[in-house]
């Protein structure tokens, strides 16, 4: 019988790929990855040109991203296994974050616009240098830590070590990074709200909270919390250094399923709404 886990130099505690916490973590982790890239593709294969649709496509590819690079076992086992899978975590990060201020946009303009319809937004599509800035921008962010070398192994995944050499220089581009997109977002929110209370006169309350749902807002909210929250987490556990490694073992391991529960609840969000999203696909490619 094989050791269920194994102790190395530092005294990690490291569980073995046949552990039972690390299967759970293995098929939870790729079951969230097919379910968010099986969206992804849904939406891609009927082609359609709207910004919202294109916004949604591109969360759930960043998304996908993020899960991958967080799947124990596999990228900390390749030579500079560990550069890849953080700088794909950076990268859809920051992408994640972009494309929800996009859909906040999104949500302003094509849900609670009254002289369209969301089943009319053909001519409502992803301007070619917003996309362009989608893919390009989140590039920047992983600058500092590739330039700072600060990918390495911790336990059976990979992280970026704020501790190395410019450690709080990375550590404060991503706060100053999302204090900005929070302000943005606040502001967008702020205006989606006063054009509600406007347009309340017109339409009923309910009416027009069920058109704001059924667009990308709540992709855009479960992206939101989920990384405001992984982010704190991730800080904290940072900080564990006076418990034995077992423990702070399993306070990470915990942490690493916030990079899977999107996934799950893109899919279960895009199951609810695929026939509104169809209807919208057909009228406009008519």
Same mark, same amino acid.
């Given at each position: 019988m094989g050791r269920d886990y194994e102790i190395d130099d530092n005294d990690s505690y490291k569980p073995d790929i046949t552990n039972v916490s690390s299967v759970i973590l293995l098929v939870c982790g790729s079951g969230a %990855?097919?379910?968010? @890239?099986?969206?992804?593709?849904?939406?891609?294969? #009927?082609?359609?040109?709207?910004?919202?649709?294109?916004?949604?496509?591109? =969360?759930?590819?960043?998304?996908?991203?993020?899960?991958?690079?967080? @799947?124990?076992?596999?990228?900390?086992?390749?030579p500079y296994g560990c550069t890849i899978s953080q700088i794909m975590l950076l990268y859809a990060f920051t992408q994640l974050w972009l494309v929800s201020y996009m859909m906040l946009l999104c949500t302003n303009h094509l849900k609670l616009n009254m002289q369209s319809t969301v089943y009319s937004s053909s001519e409502l599509g992803l301007n070619?240098?917003?996309?362009?800035?989608?893919y390009v921008a989140p590039f920047f962010i992983t600058i500092l830590p590739i330039t700072a070398n600060a990918f390495e192994e911790k336990y059976n995944w990979c992280v970026t070590n704020p501790s190395v050499h410019n450690g709080s220089w990375m550590l404060a581009q991503v706060v100053f990074f999302m204090m900005i997109m929070l302000s943005l977002m606040g502001r967008q929110i702020w205006v989606i709200?006063?054009?509600?209370?406007?347009?309340?006169?017109?339409l009923p309350p309910k009416k027009l909270f069920e058109?704001?749902?059924?667009?990308?807002?709540?992709?855009?909210?479960?992206?939101? =919390?989920?990384?405001?929250?992984?982010?704190?987490?991730?800080?904290?556990s940072d900080q564990m250094e006076d418990d034995?490694?077992?423990?702070?073992?399993?306070?990470? #391991?915990?942490?690493? #399923?916030?990079?899977? =529960?999107?996934?799950? %609840?893109n899919f279960f969000i895009f199951f609810v709404e695929r026939r509104h999203l169809k209807v919208q696909i057909v009228r406009i490619l008519k």
């Open positions: %990855l097919v379910l968010t @890239l099986f969206v992804a593709v849904s939406i891609h294969r #009927y082609g359609t040109q709207s910004a919202s649709a294109k916004l949604v496509f591109m =969360i759930n590819c960043a998304q996908g991203m993020a899960i991958l690079s967080k @799947l124990p076992f596999i990228f900390n086992n390749i070619k240098k917003y996309k362009l800035f989608l709200y006063k054009r509600t209370q406007e347009y309340a006169k017109v058109r704001i749902l059924k667009g990308p807002f709540i992709y855009a909210a479960v992206t939101i =919390i989920f990384g405001f929250v992984g982010v704190i987490l991730v800080r904290g034995t490694s077992q423990k702070a073992y399993y306070v990470s #391991y915990s942490i690493v #399923y916030l990079f899977f =529960i999107p996934g799950y %609840l």
